[in-house]
């Protein structure tokens, strides 16, 4: 029996933002649990961002050279940030 390779949460958070789009940790949760059946952490969500910044992450998703992460407030809740996964 051959068992399926499961993403492992950095591949899901790049599966997601890679589309382009500003995601509130809150919503990539909820997406990541519903697309991909993995359930993680808001703060385990940020560390698989920040993650792409390390050479190992860039060279894995072919991430540009510079900052790869823009990040902006969160109108609709003032105390929170939504992010968004650069790609050139």
Known sequence: ?????????HDCVYMAMSQGNWWAPHELRQF?????????????LTASM???RK?????????????VLEKKRNYNNSSGWK??????
């Open 1 to 9: 029996m051959k068992h399926k390779n499961k993403p492992t949460l």
């Open 32 to 44: 990541i649990l519903h697309k991909f059946n993995k359930a993680c952490s808001e703060s385990g």
């Open 50 to 52: 920040r993650d792409f």
């Open 55 to 67: 050479p190992e992450y860039r060279d894995k998703y072919k991430l540009p050279l510079g900052e």
């Open 83 to 88: 992010y968004k996964l650069i790609i050139k």
